[in-house]
């Protein structure tokens, strides 16, 4: 595995949540470190959890149009596709680690990604899912 970092949809979240500036500057750096260095890794499926969680109307962060602008500068980030044999993989890790289909999912893809980390603060901070090992950013 390299040194790359793969990002869990609530980090990027936070990168536009004007209410927690905290969190909101955190996820920046590391979005920009990110991109500056092509070190970062994206799926699909963050993309597009991405783009629902940050329009949703009851808590409306970015416009549908401002939001597909975002996803397009993401987009040069190196970008996993979900396919059958990445699902058969996350379902692997679902069973074997007893984690969420969705968390399995992305560690599926962190591992396609070529990924040693990744970044989340949903999963389970320090926990090592075969190479890839899990870091809350926030906790700092």
Not at 75 to 103: C, F, K, N, S
Request: charged letters at 30%; a negative charge.
């Amino acid at each position: 595995m390299s040194g790359r970092v793969f990002f869990d949809t609530n980090v990027l979240v936070y990168g536009y949540d004007d209410d927690n500036p905290t969190k909101q500057q955190i996820a920046r750096d590391l979005l920009r470190r990110a991109i500056r260095t092509g070190q970062g890794v994206l799926s699909t499926q963050v993309l597009g959890e991405f783009f629902v969680t940050v329009t949703r109307k009851t808590r409306q962060l970015r416009s549908a149009e401002e939001t597909e602008d975002i996803i397009a500068t993401l987009g040069i980030l190196p970008t996993v596709e979900i396919d059958l044999p990445l699902v058969r993989r996350a379902i692997e890790t679902h069973r074997r680690y007893e984690i969420a289909y969705w968390d399995s999912s992305i560690i599926a893809a962190a591992e396609r990604g070529d990924c040693s980390k990744v970044l989340s603060e949903d999963m389970n901070h320090g926990q090592k899912y075969h190479e890839v090992k899990v870091e809350n950013p926030f906790l700092r």
